[in-house]
């Protein structure tokens, strides 16, 4: 009796196990397909990856991480001197194309809340990415806030005067230029200067910040993604 449970559990566990190894196959592949499409500039394939992924199910913000993961591998290519700025180019016109097909998706995913608030985001002076940015601000959005996008290029004294316009609970700051972090530092001193900082909370994000630089140059917070771009901003406003 002990004997046939013992080996009923054990076939069970053995499904178990196969069931999760395949499961686990399944997203590696996926993984791969498209981390390798989006490196390899495979427009076509990067598409039907995400399509794929979209019946399948996956989590939006899955599929997000997958192609930036991609992106990163065009970025050490661009470092090595191996892709030059066309092939940027043509990595951001797929991911914005690919970014067309999640969107709805993602949309669906906000994190609903009672809690609203008013969000000014951009993209800082002299940096023009802005496909994290938009990212975000989809988050954002689909969870209830009121953003308002200035765009990229955002000069410190424009995110001054959208203060005053539009009296923003927060403020987003994206940069991935490691140049673009004195123009975010230049915002944050001259909302001290116009005695606007108590007014607002400071989130920033983009690949050229971490904790401690957010820490340094005076903002409240640091987003590493969507995800914590959102929960943050909802803690700011509890
Ligand atoms: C695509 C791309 C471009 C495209 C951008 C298109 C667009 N519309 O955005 C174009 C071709 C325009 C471009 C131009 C340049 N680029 Co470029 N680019 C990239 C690349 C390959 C991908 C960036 C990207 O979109 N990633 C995907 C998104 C989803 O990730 P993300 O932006 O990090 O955003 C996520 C998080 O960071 C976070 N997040 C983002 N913003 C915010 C904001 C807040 C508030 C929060 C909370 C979170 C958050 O959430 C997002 C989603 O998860 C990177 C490589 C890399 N490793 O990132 C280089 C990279 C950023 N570029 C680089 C360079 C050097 C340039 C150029 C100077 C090249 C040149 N010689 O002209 C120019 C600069 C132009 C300018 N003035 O800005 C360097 C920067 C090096 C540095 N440390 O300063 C990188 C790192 C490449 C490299 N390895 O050298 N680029």
């Not at 994000?205 to 771009?229: Q, R, V």
């Amino acid at each position: 009796m002990l004997v046939s449970k013992f080996f009923r559990n054990r076939e069970i566990s053995k499904c178990f196990i196969i069931g999760i190894t395949y499961k686990l196959k399944k997203v590696i592949t996926m993984v791969s397909e498209l981390v390798d499409a989006m490196a390899k500039l495979e427009r076509s394939s990067v598409l039907e990856n995400v399509e794929k992924e979209i019946k399948r199910g996956t989590d939006p913000l899955e599929i997000i991480e997958q192609l930036s993961q991609g992106l990163r591998i065009v970025g050490e290519l661009y470092d090595k001197k191996e892709y030059f700025l066309a092939e940027l180019i043509t990595a951001g016109d797929i991911f914005q194309n690919a970014f067309q097909e999640i969107k709805p998706v993602l949309e669906k995913k906000g994190l609903k809340t009672k809690i609203k608030g008013k969000i000014v985001i951009g993209t800082v002076r002299g940096d023009l990415h802005d496909i994290g940015k938009n990212i975000v601000t989809t988050m954002l959005v689909s969870s209830g806030f009121y953003v308002e996008d200035l765009g990229v290029d955002v000069p410190p004294e424009r995110f001054i005067e959208a203060v005053r316009q539009i009296n923003p609970d927060i403020i987003a700051m994206s940069a991935l230029l490691t140049v673009a972090l004195d123009a975010a530092k230049e915002t944050i001193n001259l909302l001290k200067k116009n005695n606007l900082r108590n007014k607002v909370k400071i989130i920033v994000g983009g690949a050229a910040f971490n904790e401690d630089i957010a820490k340094k140059l005076g903002a409240d917070a640091y987003g590493k993604d969507p995800l914590e771009a959102v929960k943050t901003c909802q803690k700011f406003l509890e």
